[in-house]
């Protein structure tokens, strides 16, 4: 509804979760929500880094428990690639610091939601992410 | 008188011989021309001369003349009408005396009745009869007499004869002397013989009493001793038998030696007899004892001429006598120095001996006797249950009526502590050889400290007992409060499962509800929407309830015992974790070789192995093992069900493998682990199922063996 009003610059976002079902909820919700977002989605951590290095999205949307590559790992791997990539984290765990110390980087992740997701809390955090990265974007554009 | 005078008497006398000479001779003839006589003696110058008047028996008349009997030839009235020489000698009388007198004048008068009686049978049987003559000379001749019937002259005669029996008579008394004399002479070597015998005897004895007869002279000093002092003083020759006094004195015991020759010098004609003891040191060396009784004889004047007795050796008994007195003075010395008291009393219940102890306990004087009675009703006396005990109960009487006390107990406030004493008495009769009672003995022992010992030991006892309890009921609650521990672990590992296996579905059906609300809005809610969503969120729904029932079951406690498939009840198990065991990439493979049933508690045994597999996966992901694997292989080893659980985890340090069975031994932090799991899958095998878990490192890890 908010999102229509506004006119929505161009945003990217990577969506990475190994439980299928839920992904397809996801994405469902998220592009019923959001129609303007380019969607990409991964089955784990490293497809998705694959997928992030082909997009350079500007938001990534992750699980963290997931095999062969989890979210955390993923998120390094990315914030080395473009540091000011908004981080989404759909986790089981309670604990957001445990959460975060768990990184090596120390990445300041810029949600965490915890399971099970409220579509309000992360329809939240995806307008935030796409409200800073609009206002960097207009300053950006400013600048130049 | 005148010659003229005389020769007138000569003539008168000489006229009258003459005379009767002439009648002499008338009557001579008369009897010759008779036949009354054949012989007539004739007296002459030369002696009387016998003149026989028939020629023809001349022969006859000198063999009757030289025989040895005196014969005679008799009228039968018994005068006498001839007879020999032999005859007139034995009867000390003149043929010419002799004829014409009766025989039986002759003859003792005791014997004539016999003498008539022969002669008047003579005719009929002549046989030989003793036979005493009278002699004129006197003394009697016995003679042995026959006589026989013979014709004199146409008359009836008789023949007598007469053996002389004195020099056989001689003889017989000869002999009869000899033979008495034999006879003394073998009397007096009986007599002799017995006396050495007797003597042998008394030696014998002396001998087996180990005495010695002494005979003393002090005049001459000489001892004479009989044999057995020989073996006694350990003398050898004549010195044992004869020796001086002073010698004898010299062998005597220097301590003893004056004191006896004291003795001796004091004997007195009134006081002779002596009795002493004193000791001999032998030639041996040997010192011993001898017991000598003596007897002095004195002379008119008091002086000492014999000392004669026996002496005995009394060594022996001497030795038993101090053995006796050292055997006695031990027992006293026992009997004082005990600390158990000692009461003898007699038959009338009288102590005659109290020992010291017992003494000092009930403040005895030296002074005993004590009686019983009186003693009792001193003191008060109790029974060990604390009531008063009688006077007949006490130990001392009851053992004289025959009974044996065997630790009865009394209490008793004795003068001496002044304090209640609990004493324990044995008791028992004394009897005499007979097995008559004669008394009774009684040993008391003060056993109040072992009393008061008993009660600490008793109060200690009720103390332990009350903290064993204490200390059991605490070990109860620990243990229900590992229990508890172990299932609340149990639980919050569960949760976790649950949570892991919930979280997933969970999430998905919120998304699904939330959708309904987004699809709404967007006005796009339609009927294929919602039976999608529906029948999406029934399928989460299901989903979730059965994995809510899996683990209900998994939790709910084994009623009773059931036989179990071993492969079904891990292929559960492994169900239940496999989420969660997925997110952490751990690869769990069941090997089943075999398929063993077990009869027991399934889910105590699948709890067993759960906690094994934990503890497996917390080892794994602590280590950040890469490529984590847990193997579980089944199998049957003769008829025991075997499981081995392996990881790769990198093995137990061999320093801690004995601990970690232990309970709330871990190795992880406090929040982590509650060191319980190991401890309680060895008690489910172990105690619950009778089998066995033990561990061992592998290769690259450990490995579990559950043998049931």
Known sequence: ?144 | MTAEKKAVKELLAEIEELRLHLEEAQETLRAIGSGEVDAFVVSGPEGPQVFTLKGAEQPYRVLVETMNEGAATLTSDGTILYCNNRLADMLQSPLETLIGTRLDSYVASSDRAIFADRLGKCPIKSDRVEIVLMPAGGNPISVLFSCFAMEIQGALGIGALFADMRAQKEIEALVRQTQLQASIAEERELASCKLRESEERMQQALRVSRSFTFDWEPATDQVLRSESCAAILALSGDEAFIDSGRNFFQRIHPEDRDRFIRMLRELNPTAAGYTTEYRVVRVDGIVISLEETGQATFDADGNLQRVVGVATDISARKLAEEQLQQERDRLDSLINSIQDEIWFADLTGVFTLVNPAGKQEFSLGPEVPTDVLQLAASLEVLRPDGTPRPVEESPPLRALRGETVINQEEIICTPFSGELRYRQVNASPVNDAQGKIIGSVSVVRDITPLKKAEFELRKLNEELEARVAQRTAELRDKDQMLLLQSRQAAMGEMIGNIAHQWRQPLNALGLVVQQFSLIYDLGELNAEFVKKSVSSSMELIKHMSKTIDDFRNYFRPDKEKAEFKVREAIANTVSLIGDNFKNQHINIEVIAKDDPSIFGYRNEFAQAILNILNNAKDALKEREIKDPRVTINICIEGDRAVVTIADNAGGIPEEIMRKIFDPYFTTKGPQDGTGIGLFMSKAIIEKNMGGRLAARNIADGVEFRIEV
Do not use: W
């Open chain 1, 1 to 144: 509804m908010e999102s229509k009003s506004n006119p929505m610059p161009s945003i990217s976002l990577l969506l990475v979760e190994d439980e299928e079902f839920t992904l397809e909820l996801l994405v469902n919700i998220i592009t019923k929500k959001y129609p303007d977002v380019a969607l990409y989605t991964a089955i784990n951590g490293s497809t998705g880094l694959e997928l992030f290095k082909k997009h350079t999205s500007d938001i990534v949307i992750t699980d963290i428990n997931m095999p062969e590559m989890g979210g955390v790992q993923m998120a390094e791997k990315i914030h080395a690639i473009k540091p000011g990539t908004k981080f989404i984290v759909l986790t089981g765990t309670c604990d957001k610091i445990d959460l975060r110390d768990s990184t090596k980087e120390r990445i300041e992740f810029d949600h965490i939601i915890v399971k099970p997701v409220e579509f309000q809390e992360l329809f939240a955090a995806i307008k935030q992410c796409i409200e800073e990265i609009s206002q960097h974007q207009s300053f950006d554009t400013e600048q130049k």
